[in-house]
């Protein structure tokens, strides 16, 4: 794909602005300064349009260019923390299913990198919003 940003959208949870991914090829990508061996919950609101539509969250450990490592076992060194988001179907615009795990930092960088390799078109989007650490 050329254009890897996901799209913006007014179905964020409760009308806000949020994330949309319309194409297998949309990415998250955050850098957040943390503290390292410090345990924190990563929450985040989510939506998809169709079932079997899946959400992949990865908390890595340094910044990537390719997918190679991930795409090759969730157990890779670069993966802090890995999330698969399997329950989030609903055809009403308004409900979002809020997932959180806990992770601990092994470097005080993170990135935040999320994609939903089965959301193709606009009848499989999924849709993101509020993502916090805390």
Known sequence: CTDEQPNSTSDGNNGTRGAKFSSN???????????SGTEYTFSIDTR?????????????????????????????SAID??????NDYNTDKTVF???SFTFT??????????????????????????????
């Open 97 to 99: 299913t809020t997932s």
């Open 25 to 35: 090829c949309r990415r998250l990508y955050q850098v957040v300064a943390v503290e």
């Open 48 to 76: 998809s349009e169709a079932m079997n539509v899946d959400t992949e969250v990865f908390i890595l450990n340094t910044e990537i260019t390719t997918e190679t490592g991930i795409d090759a076992s969730t157990s890779d």
């Open 81 to 86: 923390a890995y999330y698969e988001i399997t």
């Open 105 to 134: 930092p092994s470097t005080n960088e993170i990135v935040i990198y999320v994609r939903s390799l089965d959301a193709v078109d606009s009848s499989n989007e999924v849709f993101i919003d509020n993502v916090t650490i805390e």
